[in-house]
């Protein structure tokens, strides 16, 4: 699986922020470009595919929000 950049209209389009919703099972996950544009949007990624999804994104800016249950 590689996300680094999608071609969109001709141009090469790259994530640079990330944001996760951390829980204890499914996490939520929102990339964005750098006009603030979805680039992809995982709404429900299962605790043993979280790393793998991260391991395979460029280099980039990670928030990640957490309730205190999680």
Not at 18 to 23: E, K, N, P, R, S
Not at 38 to 61: D, F, G, H, Q, Y
Request: contains cysteine.
């Amino acid at each position: 699986m590689v996300i680094n950049s999608l071609l969109l209209e001709g141009e090469v389009m790259t994530i640079v922020t990330v944001g996760i919703d951390l829980a204890k099972n499914v996490f939520a996950v929102h990339c964005v470009d750098k006009t603030g544009k979805p680039m992809l949007v995982r709404p429900e990624v299962p605790r043993a595919k979280l790393l793998r999804l991260i391991a395979n994104l460029p280099p980039c800016l990670i928030g990640m929000e957490a309730c205190s249950g999680a």
